[in-house]
Structures are given as structure tokens and as C-alpha cells.
């Protein structure tokens, strides 16, 4: 599977960035916020991290599948229009709460939908027309909103600029794995397993077998991103 050389930096807040001057504030960059997801939770966390940024000067344009969640923003905002409104399969959705599944098949099915929902941005007619008319050099940094979209970290490559990976959770395998982090089962609890430091004997078998079932869905997702690709 493709995958980017990229450097990811995973960050909570960010309150400046330039590539052109020690000042941060002292010469605007041209910055790209790419979110595409149907969360407004999520979405209120990204944009405002775009906003602190035009505020101080950046020229910033942000990306997104809904409605613009800060409508008096200073950023420039894109509304990509999807077939769906953007919005998750609701009858995919209805199986997974009305219907007795296990843990693994509602993943399968949620993840499957955020990568169905990726898909299709990347497809949509105005994002075509936005990366035909902005390459190499158009931006001087990427913010990447993440959410089982992986194959779509290639948009830095795209644009030849440093892209900023922001997660709105602690980390999970697929994003420790960005950047080298180590998994540390045996005392660091997983996103999965829901527990709290210390552990006892029982405890960490517990996160190490959530944290292998994090593996399994991995491997998954890399299995349909390959698809997308073929």
C-alpha cells in the first residue's frame, strides 16, 4: 500500500505557524484546513484552530463536507456538497444500533463509512476542480483532520508542503504508528480497553487484548484502502 514520507505532527492546539519567518505573525502563509468529516464536534475543534490562525494573519481556506460550523470566520470556507449531504448511511447506521452486533462488526461498519464518505470527497466536482488548480507550492501547510482517512495524508504530497495531523482523542494505534509512538500495552492503557493506570494482572491482559483487536481493524482498514486504490 502507498504509503507518504511525510512528517506528521499530532497537536491539540496550535497557535502560529510560518514557513517564511521566524515571526510567526511577522508574514502570512498560505494555510489549507482539509476536514472532512460529518462530526460538527469534531469540525468546531478543527475550525477553530484555523481561525486562531487567520486571525493573527495567515490566509487561511478550510475544506469541509457541512455546513461552515463558524459562519462569521475570517478563513475562507469550501462546502463540498457530497451525494449523501455529507451525512453517514443512515440504514448502515440503524443495523449497527437497533441490530445485536459485536463490538468488531460495528467498527467494520462505522469505519467503513467514514472511508466511503473520504472516497467520495475526493471524488466530488469541486474537489477535482480545487486540485486542478492548486499544486505543488499553493500552500505552505496542511492541516489534516483525521478520521479513518488515511489514504487522503497523499494531499501534502499533492501540494508539496508539511501537513499537521489533528486528532481529537487520545492516541490510537493507527495514529501512534504516524509517528513512532510506542504502544507500552503492559501500562498504557488503549483507547478500547477503558481503563486507568495502575493496572493489575487482569487489567493488562484486558488492554492487550483490545489493543490486538486495534491490530485487527488496522489491518482492515489498510485492506480497504488498498481497494480505493485499485
Given at each position: 500500500?502507498?504509503?507518504?514520507?511525510?512528517?506528521?505532527?499530532?497537536?491539540?492546539?496550535l497557535?502560529?505557524?510560518?514557513?517564511?519567518?521566524?515571526?510567526?505573525?511577522?508574514?502570512?502563509?498560505?494555510?489549507?484546513g482539509?476536514?472532512?468529516?460529518?462530526?460538527?464536534?469534531?469540525?468546531?475543534?478543527?475550525?477553530?484552530?484555523?481561525e486562531?490562525?487567520?486571525?493573527?494573519?495567515?490566509?487561511v481556506?478550510?475544506?469541509g463536507?457541512?455546513?461552515n460550523?463558524?459562519?462569521?470566520?475570517t478563513?475562507?470556507?469550501?462546502?463540498?456538497q457530497?451525494?449523501?449531504?455529507?451525512i453517514?448511511d443512515?440504514?448502515?447506521?440503524?443495523?449497527?444500533?437497533?441490530?445485536?452486533?459485536?463490538?468488531?462488526?460495528?467498527?467494520?461498519?462505522t469505519t467503513?463509512?467514514?472511508?466511503?464518505?473520504?472516497?467520495?470527497?475526493?471524488?466530488?466536482p469541486?474537489?477535482?476542480?480545487?486540485l486542478?488548480?492548486?499544486s505543488?507550492?499553493s500552500?505552505?501547510?496542511?492541516?489534516?483532520?483525521?478520521?479513518?482517512?488515511?489514504?487522503?495524508?497523499?494531499?501534502?504530497?499533492?501540494?508539496?508542503?508539511?501537513i499537521?495531523?489533528?486528532w481529537?482523542?487520545?492516541?490510537?494505534?493507527?495514529?501512534?504508528?504516524?509517528?513512532?509512538n510506542?504502544?507500552?500495552?503492559?501500562?498504557?492503557?488503549?483507547?478500547?480497553?477503558?481503563l486507568?493506570q495502575?493496572?493489575?494482572?487482569?487489567?493488562?491482559?484486558?488492554?492487550?487484548?483490545?489493543?490486538?483487536?486495534?491490530?485487527?481493524?488496522m489491518?482492515?482498514?489498510?485492506?480497504?484502502?488498498?481497494q480505493?486504490?485499485?
Open positions: 500500500m502507498f504509503k507518504p514520507k511525510l512528517n506528521i505532527i499530532i497537536i491539540t492546539v497557535t502560529g505557524f510560518s514557513c517564511n519567518a521566524p515571526n510567526a505573525v511577522a508574514a502570512g502563509s498560505r494555510i489549507l482539509f476536514f472532512v468529516t460529518y462530526s460538527k464536534s469534531h469540525m468546531l475543534l478543527h475550525c477553530n484552530v484555523a486562531q490562525l487567520a486571525r493573527v494573519g495567515h490566509e481556506t478550510v475544506i463536507i457541512i455546513d460550523v463558524y459562519p462569521n470566520a478563513y475562507k470556507y469550501i462546502h463540498l457530497l451525494p449523501d449531504g455529507g453517514l443512515d440504514n448502515a447506521l440503524r443495523s449497527v444500533i437497533n441490530t445485536r452486533h459485536s463490538l468488531v462488526k460495528s467498527l467494520i461498519v467503513g463509512e467514514y472511508m466511503r464518505m473520504a472516497n467520495e470527497t475526493m471524488w466530488q469541486t474537489m477535482r476542480e480545487f486542478r488548480e492548486n505543488a507550492n500552500f505552505d501547510l496542511l492541516l489534516f483532520g483525521f478520521v479513518m482517512n488515511e489514504f487522503q495524508l497523499g494531499l501534502a504530497a499533492h501540494f508539496q508542503c508539511p499537521v495531523v489533528l481529537v482523542v487520545r492516541p490510537v494505534l493507527q495514529v501512534n504508528r504516524f509517528i513512532g510506542p504502544l507500552e500495552m503492559a501500562y498504557v492503557p488503549n483507547l478500547s480497553s477503558h486507568q495502575p493496572f493489575n494482572f487482569l487489567q493488562r491482559v484486558k488492554n492487550y487484548v483490545t489493543a490486538w483487536m486495534e491490530f485487527a481493524l489491518a482492515y482498514l489498510d485492506y480497504r484502502t488498498q480505493l486504490y485499485e
